[in-house]
Structure formats: structure tokens, C-alpha cells
């Protein structure tokens, strides 16, 4: 049996496993064993999420699961401009869903494109970003069908989610895990299968096409004879029975993104490289689609055929007449890839085949399982508990008694400020309406009564200070009562003269009710110390205005002086005098206050500069 660290020095090709490896592995079952207890569950994910930040020295993106070596800085920054980064960003945000890896995104994207071929609008979807689309798509199957709860995975399932993986127990320990990509097999028996002694007398052909960014590189791989043993895993000897590469300039440099693709968003343009992209865009679909129908019978014996077609591309290779390659016989690269090269197919051929080797730390992801099974467990008995509850609030609604059209009437009329017709109203209705002007309104049981549980209340907090006045003074309305809050009827009041109405009125009736402890008005507004407060109002305005107009004649008085003084100095040397000349020879006033020096030297020039003229053509005259 291979020990662990040649397998971590040598990696191992999935073709040709040793017996008593391939006899040891069986699929990993986190949830066979005991979980952890509750105390260790803390302390283990935090070492899990130590181990794979710290350890691991590369970029990733949280928000897709995915990993870059740091040797790939350009890739990991085009990687968070693409579709499907920015989908799985709206996916977390808007949907509140797991995200999907590369190929998911890619099948979706093919469905989505199928499910609107054909339609009436298909222009105006082609127009609208195809993220925005899937998600908006998938929200109306949201509404229409409620989704169910995803199983949210550990970190490291999150990272390695590509992968199926095997534990080799009681050979290698538990937390050892061997991983095989589930685009080839996601089962034992499917892992057997792949072995290379099951077709060393038979052809064994591969076919991997690329197409982006206006490159192209597919190859045909002879499988048998570029692996030939379990440790020989090098791209330089990849044997290839066809293969084909070219490129054709169909992106907009500098600015990214197919011209179609400019085309569909914001109308076709008319320059010189946009025609030849357009022509270069057709040209690379045809030569492609030849490609094709020339390895049409390589393809059809291909064990396994994968294409990488992001974006506008898939329309080149799927969904044509008489089409080579379909959904069916064809699946996507299940990890990021980089520009189109037969290099880069070489490497994606190796990735393909190399069995993946990560430690685990089983009791981390056992307690992260258990975590969300209890969490689910909560949410279970928090939806009966609301039902129950929504259940007692609808019989409580059927108990609820109807309330007369008086009374309604009189709460409207009474949020609506109009006193004179609530009076009205309550003389007409006397009987039913007089003792609920002067108590709570009991019959209703609602938020708003519970904040405002008299008319006194609404109208203070309305802000209708004549009303307030009338219900205490008319209608002997209750100002102590106090609401569910602890509110009295002054303290809800909008304003200040909201406020004064109470106060004045504790003036006039003072023995009526407990004013300073039970109503909480402070004190009472009298006539006198409401002329008083006028009248100091009316001084302060005197004296403000006052104050300005001094600053006023003040300032005035000085420019006044100002103009003097320079009217005196252009007398007394009129030649010397600035400001721009007129065509009749004078000068105007000018401000030169507000200018910048540099624009204050050019004036002087032009000024010094005309005065010459002017001499000139006097002295020309005499």
C-alpha cells in the first residue's frame, strides 16, 4: 500500500489505481459516526477555518467556493467581472440560495436560452443582462412554487463541491480523502469502470473543446496512450489523434466583451472595427462548426467529451441544425480554465485525470451537519408555532365585534381636525357617542387605539389644537387617561401649539382634573403671559431687524467713502486712471475684486496697452 506522502508527492492517475487502494475505497458518510459534543463543535470549525486559510496559499472567492494558486493574479481578477460570479453574488442577496459551481451556471444558462428561443420577446431578453434574467426568472418560480430549505455545506464541502469523494478506511485514516471529479464518476462502481485495464484492447478516445475571448483550441486525446502508468501524468506527452487552434479578433480591446454582446446592450455601431468583428465573429462560428463535422465521428466514439463555451459562445457549438455536440452527449469543464490554448487543453486533460488527495477534519464537518440539522429542527418549530399563531389571530378576528359607523365616523372626523362637525356629530349621537368622547375607546383593539386609546389622544397627536380645545372644554374629554405606553394626551402632542391649547385650557379650568401629576402639564398659559410672551416675541424681531439695518448703513457709508476716495485720486491723476477703455476713448468702471491675480495682470496689460495706442494717435493727429 502507497504511504501518504509519496501519494501527496506523486499524484496518482484515476486510470490506473492500485488494486488494494481501489479495494479500500468505499464513499465517505459523515453522518455514520457519533457527532461530536457541543462543546467541541465550536473549536473544531474555528481549526477547520484556520486550516484552509492559513494553510492554503492561494486567492479565492468566498462568495463562489473557488480557489486560484497565486501564480493566476490575472485570471482571479477577470474571474469576479464574468456572469457567473455576478450571478452567484444576486443568487446570495436576492434569492438567499447556495452558490453553483461553473458548470451549473452553464447548464442554466443553456435553459434559460431554450426557454426563450422562439418567443416574442426573445429580442428584449437577448438586450437584458443574462444574470439579471435567471435570477429574475427564478424568483417567478419561487412565487409560483415555494422552494424548499438547500442543505447548507461545511467549508470544505463548499470548496471541493466538483469533486466525489472516497475514504480508503482502515488503510489510510478517516480524515484522508481520495476525490474524483463527478463529471466522470460519482460512485465506486463508476470509479472501477475507468480503470485502464478494462480497454487495453480497445480505443479509448477523449475529445475537449475550448472556445472564448475569439480563441478556439479542441483536441482529440488518445487516452491509452497519454497515461500509460499511475504515476505518469505530464502534459508534454498528451497524445492527441486531432487537434485544431486559431484565433480571430472578435473582442473589443481595452474595453472586454464581445461585439455581439455591444451590439445586444447598446445598439450596432457603425465603425470600422466593429464591422470587422462582426465578420470575424461569423467567420469563427464557421470554421468551428467545420471543425466539428470533421471530428464528428471522433466525438461520436469519445468516451467523454467536455466543452468549455461560456457566455455568447455556446450559441457557436450548441443549438444548430444538424449540431455535433448536445447537451446529452457532451458535458462542461468543471472547473475555471484559462484562454483557449492546446497547452491549456493539455492541462485541463491532466487536471481531469489526477486523483485529488485533502485532509478533512471529520469532526468539524460532523458538527457543522449537526449544526444545521438542529437549526433546521428550530426553523421546523418556529413555522408550526407561527401557524398556530396565525391560526388564534384569525379566530380572534372572527371574534372581534363590529364596530358601528358612528364610531368610525367619529374617529375619522376627529383625525381630520374638523371640530365643529365632531361637535355636531356627537349632539346627533349622543347616547352612543357622548361617554366615548370622555373615556377610551374600549371597543377597538388595535395597535393604533393601543397608542391612542381616546380622541383627546388622536387629536393632540394629529396636531389639532382647536379640537383639543373643544373636547376638553365642550365634551369634558379626559386629558389623565393614559395609553398602553404610559402616554398621557399632552405628551403625544405634535407641536407647541398643540401644547398651549392644554395650558390653557388647565388656566380656565383648573379644579377640573389633576393637571401637573395626573395630565402632565406643566403649568397653565395665561391671557397676560401669553401677551407677554408676544410682546417679547415682538421686541426680538424689533431688534433683529435693527441690528440689520445698522449693518447695513454701515456698510453703505463705507463704500460710500471708497467711491470718494477714488473719484479724488482719478482727479488728480487722470491719466493714470484703470479700467478698460470705451471705443470714444473713456474709461469704464470695473471690479477687478473678485479676480485672480493672473487675470488682474492681463488687464493691466491690456490697459497699458491701449494707453499707448492712444498716445500714438495723438501725437499722429498733431
Request: aromatic share 6%; charged share 30%.
Amino acid at each position: 500500500m502507497l504511504d501518504i506522502q509519496t501519494l501527496k508527492q506523486r499524484p496518482l492517475s484515476i486510470f490506473h489505481l492500485p488494486q488494494e487502494l481501489l479495494d479500500a475505497l468505499h464513499p465517505v458518510e459523515y453522518g455514520d459516526q457519533q457527532p461530536p459534543q457541543v462543546d467541541i463543535t465550536a473549536t473544531a470549525l474555528e481549526n477547520l477555518e484556520i486550516q484552509h486559510h492559513e494553510t492554503s496559499d492561494a486567492l479565492t472567492c468566498n462568495t463562489c467556493d473557488l480557489v486560484f494558486s497565486t501564480t493566476d493574479r490575472q485570471d482571479h481578477r477577470k474571474h469576479f467581472s464574468t456572469d457567473w460570479h455576478r450571478y452567484n453574488i444576486k443568487r446570495k442577496l436576492v434569492l438567499g440560495l447556495a452558490p453553483v459551481s461553473l458548470s451549473e451556471f452553464e447548464t442554466m444558462l443553456t435553459d434559460l436560452a431554450e426557454s426563450i428561443s422562439g418567443s416574442e420577446t426573445e429580442e428584449e431578453s437577448e438586450n437584458e443582462d443574462e444574470a439579471n434574467t435567471l435570477v429574475k426568472k427564478q424568483m417567478e418560480q419561487q412565487v409560483e412554487a415555494p422552494s424548499t430549505t438547500t442543505t447548507e455545506l461545511s467549508l470544505f464541502e463548499k470548496k471541493y463541491r466538483a469533486l466525489a469523494w472516497f475514504q480508503a478506511t482502515p488503510a489510510y485514516p478517516a480524515s484522508m480523502h481520495f476525490g474524483v471529479y463527478r463529471r466522470l464518476t460519482d460512485s465506486l462502481d463508476g470509479l472501477r469502470a475507468l480503470q485502464a485495464a478494462r480497454f487495453e484492447q480497445r480505443k479509448r478516445l477523449w475529445t475537449i473543446i475550448m472556445i472564448g475571448g475569439g480563441h478556439f483550441a479542441g483536441a482529440v486525446v488518445d487516452v491509452n496512450k497519454s497515461i500509460k502508468g499511475p504515476f505518469k501524468l505530464d502534459a508534454a506527452e498528451v497524445k492527441m489523434v486531432a487537434h485544431k487552434t486559431f484565433h480571430r479578433y472578435t473582442t473589443r480591446r481595452k474595453q472586454g466583451g464581445a461585439q455581439s454582446a455591444n451590439d445586444n446592450a447598446k445598439g450596432a455601431a457603425n465603425s470600422a472595427g466593429a464591422q470587422i468583428r462582426r465578420y470575424n465573429e461569423q467567420l469563427l462560428q464557421q470554421e468551428v462548426r467545420e471543425v466539428l463535422d470533421q471530428w464528428k465521428q471522433h466525438i461520436n466514439e469519445s468516451e467523454q467529451v467536455f466543452v468549455h463555451a461560456p457566455s455568447n459562445n455556446r450559441k457557436v457549438v450548441y443549438n444548430y441544425d444538424n449540431a455535433v455536440l448536445t447537451r446529452d452527449n457532451s458535458d462542461s469543464i468543471p472547473f475555471p480554465t484559462r484562454r483557449p490554448t492546446l497547452s491549456e487543453v493539455r492541462r485541463v486533460f491532466i487536471e481531469l485525470c489526477t486523483l485529488k488527495l485533502a485532509e478533512a477534519d471529520i469532526d468539524a464537518i460532523q458538527a457543522h451537519h449537526a449544526k444545521i440539522a438542529d437549526k433546521e429542527e428550530k426553523a421546523r418549530q418556529q413555522l408550526e408555532k407561527s401557524r398556530q399563531s396565525g391560526k388564534s389571530t384569525v379566530q380572534q378576528q372572527e371574534k372581534k365585534p363590529h364596530i358601528p359607523a358612528e364610531i368610525e365616523k367619529l374617529i375619522d372626523l376627529t383625525k381630520q381636525g374638523k371640530e365643529q362637525l365632531v361637535l355636531a356629530h356627537v349632539q346627533k349621537h349622543e347616547g352612543m357617542l357622548l361617554s366615548l368622547t370622555r373615556g377610551e375607546i374600549s371597543s377597538l383593539d388595535d395597535d393604533e387605539t393601543k397608542r391612542y386609546p381616546t380622541l383627546l389622544h388622536l387629536a393632540a397627536h394629529a396636531g389639532h389644537a382647536a379640537l383639543v380645545s373643544v373636547l376638553i372644554r365642550d365634551l369634558d374629554a379626559d386629558p389623565t387617561i393614559k395609553s398602553g405606553l404610559g402616554k398621557t394626551a399632552y405628551e403625544v402632542a405634535k407641536d407647541k401649539d398643540t401644547r398651549n391649547a392644554f395650558r390653557r385650557c388647565m388656566c380656565d379650568l383648573p379644579s377640573r382634573w389633576d393637571w401637573l401629576n395626573d395630565a402632565r402639564v406643566p403649568s397653565p398659559l395665561t391671557r397676560e403671559a401669553e401677551l407677554e410672551q408676544a410682546e417679547k416675541d415682538r421686541l426680538r424681531k424689533e431688534r433683529e431687524a435693527e441690528r440689520r439695518r445698522k449693518i447695513e448703513e454701515e456698510r453703505q457709508k463705507k463704500e460710500a467713502i471708497r467711491m470718494q476716495k477714488k473719484h479724488q485720486e482719478d482727479a488728480k491723476n487722470p491719466t493714470s486712471r484703470k479700467g478698460p477703455q470705451t471705443l470714444g476713448g473713456g474709461f469704464t468702471e470695473m471690479n477687478t475684486a473678485n479676480m485672480t491675480p493672473e487675470a488682474r495682470l492681463r488687464l493691466e496689460r491690456e490697459m497699458r496697452a491701449r494707453a499707448a495706442e492712444e498716445r500714438m494717435r495723438r501725437l499722429q493727429k498733431k
